[in-house]
């Protein structure tokens, strides 16, 4: 059941972490629950803050970003809403409910999503890392031999892959991306994706956070044929973010995400089929902890800050 009632009637739909809202034709309001899914199950015990997290990082990279590729974002606080906010008189949001909706909520305008998720690679991990053993390239992109796991490519890498409705996301080519939303919205996506991934790259690197790989999502506006960068943006849920002190090519590096909830997982007696078990306290502590060195390396501001007055300011 979505955590936000005051919008019941106008509820779309929940993902694996955020409920979708219609507010009037044209718009959106997307809330970043704490949520926490794991090997494409949602689990039960949800991460304190983690929806303000996502939320918040996202407003950052959509600020940075909006001279590369314009964004669907129009607000991000209650009183942005149309028809009024707390204490309008009628209007859709209550005080408590505004409290909740606060630093969690993005309202934005209504597209029609691109059916290709669009991934950006600057380092050899993951899926991408299992394809070239396999193959010796990355979604049929060859790659040098003899790279290491986690190692730095020589160029980004746009590869798109399907959305899946259920299961997992399959890697596809740049032509089977092409079949499904035209050769020449790929080639510009792909030219946008990996400006996008550059730009994240350049500022994260002086707060010592390397961005490996992120997951990007464009939407086109119905009402103009504009492209939109859409979703969340280079978030701990959306990207691989490593330690720049820790890393090591020849390994897998650690995370700030979830990875933590993972490692935990795999010591538990569970088929990863769900319902998937509580987390104690400890993992729940350290997975938040996670969550907000993110928010605080990538943006270079306080979270603390972020809750008690919803902006994004220096860190104190």
Known sequence: M???????????RSGKVRDLYAVGEDRL??????????????LPTPIPDKGRVLTGVSRFWFEKTADLVPNHLVGVAPEDIPGGGPGAGGGPVEAAAADELRGRMMLCRRVEPLPIEVIVRGYLAGSGWKDYGRTGAVCGIPL???LRESDR????LFTPSTKAEEGHDENISIDEAAELVGRDVVERVAHLAIALYRRGAEIAEPAG??????KFEFGIDPATGELLLIDEVM???????????????GRS???FDKQYVRDWLETQAWDKTPPGPELPADVVSGTRARYVEAFERI?????QRYLDDDTIGAST
């Open 29 to 42: 309001l997307l809330v970043a629950s704490d949520r926490l899914s794991a090997f494409d199950v949602v």
């Open 153 to 156: 490519l020589p160029e980004p």
């Open 209 to 214: 956070v390397i961005l490996a790989d992120t």
């Open 299 to 303: 943006t270079g501001a306080s979270f």
């Open 235 to 249: 978030t701990p849920d959306s990207s691989r973010f490593w330690d720049a002190a820790d890393y090591a090519p």
């Open 2 to 12: 979505p955590p936000t009632s005051p919008f019941a009637d106008t509820f779309l």
């Open 144 to 146: 040098p031999s003899g």
């Open 253 to 255: 590096q650690a995370s």
